[in-house]
Nanobody, 116 residues
């Protein structure tokens, strides 16, 4: 069974930075694509960024140039460095592990609040 555990959320002022972490465990996890999604109140969950084992990344247009996703394969951990945060970045951020076939695994989510 694959598990993902996020950490690093919190309250930050506009223009500030936060770094999220997601540690995954389970069989085969080191080979899976992993990524970050977010869900703001009253909105659908949306893709933020994904990264392959080899380091290929995809970003949502809304975060390009501000967010950086990275991966430590030895630790089965991904990170999301978020800079120049805006109030509209406020959301619960979820880690997703794209397992084999149609399997997918989600973390419990971590709250990010951007407010003065």
């Amino acid at each position: 069974q694959v598990q993902a555990v996020e950490s690093g959320g919190g309250l930050v002022q506009p223009g500030g930075s936060l770094r999220l972490s997601c540690a995954a465990s389970g069989s085969g996890v080191s080979s899976y694509v992993m990524g970050w999604y977010r869900q703001a109140p009253g909105k659908q969950r949306e893709l933020v960024a994904t990264i392959t084992r080899g380091g290929t990344t995809i970003y949502a247009e809304s975060v390009k140039g501000r967010y950086t996703i990275s991966r430590d394969n030895a630790k089965n951990t991904i990170y999301l460095q978020m800079n120049s945060l805006k109030p509209e970045d406020t959301a619960v951020y979820y880690c997703k592990v794209f397992g084999s076939g149609w399997n997918e695994y989600w973390g419990q989510g971590t709250q990010v609040t951007v407010s003065a």
